[in-house]
């Protein structure tokens, strides 16, 4: 009868766990830490822009993760990596006489770089920007922020708006400049362009 009641518990046991991994599903139980986790800011972002629906929220990003969390940057070349720092130190200092010109160019720049590590073209930029938000979810604001100043609708901005923006957009720069494509979706803030020999900030470019 102890054996009989012993088997009966088992199965009890038993059914209740499946029951509840199906109730679940494949990840659902840390499915939110794991996506707040590796969103960081981009994850309140959405959430906010879904008026505070977490649900929604978790199903776009999980769909970005879906479509691009497999991609690989591939390594900048030495000659390509030169060419770009020397032209982003160039706008920097443009920017003290033409700050909306050069915040323009940066928004371009920082596309070409994108495109030429491996991650969707500047023609398709919401498409690129989802990508680069599951590598580089703590960067990825600045390039939202310098591609709205760069638009049309910041034509109105003022010069410390745009000052802002080209800062920002600069933190996504480095990381795609200076990262080893292992090293992508591993940032955290205050690791950027720490690489001795590449300067990114000119004297007296006031960005």
Known sequence: ????????????????????????????????????????????????????????????????????????PEPLSAESREQYVAHWAGLQERFVDAPQEAVAEADQLVARVAAER?????TRYDEQLDALSVHYAHEVDGYRRVHQAASQDGRSASTEELREAMVGARELFERLILARPEESGKHRPGNAGRNRNLSLRPKGSGV
Request: proline share 4%; no cysteine.
């Open 1 to 72: 009868m102890t054996t009989v009641l012993i088997v009966v518990a088992l199965i009890v046991v038993f059914v209740i766990i499946v029951a509840a991994v199906l109730y679940l599903g494949p990840g659902r139980g840390s499915g939110r830490t794991g996506l707040k986790r590796r969103f960081g800011p981009e994850y309140e972002r959405v959430v906010a822009r879904h008026d505070g629906d977490t649900k929604a929220a978790e199903r776009e990003l999980g769909e970005r993760v879906r479509r691009h969390g497999d991609l690989r």
């Open 118 to 122: 491996g991650y969707p073209d500047g």
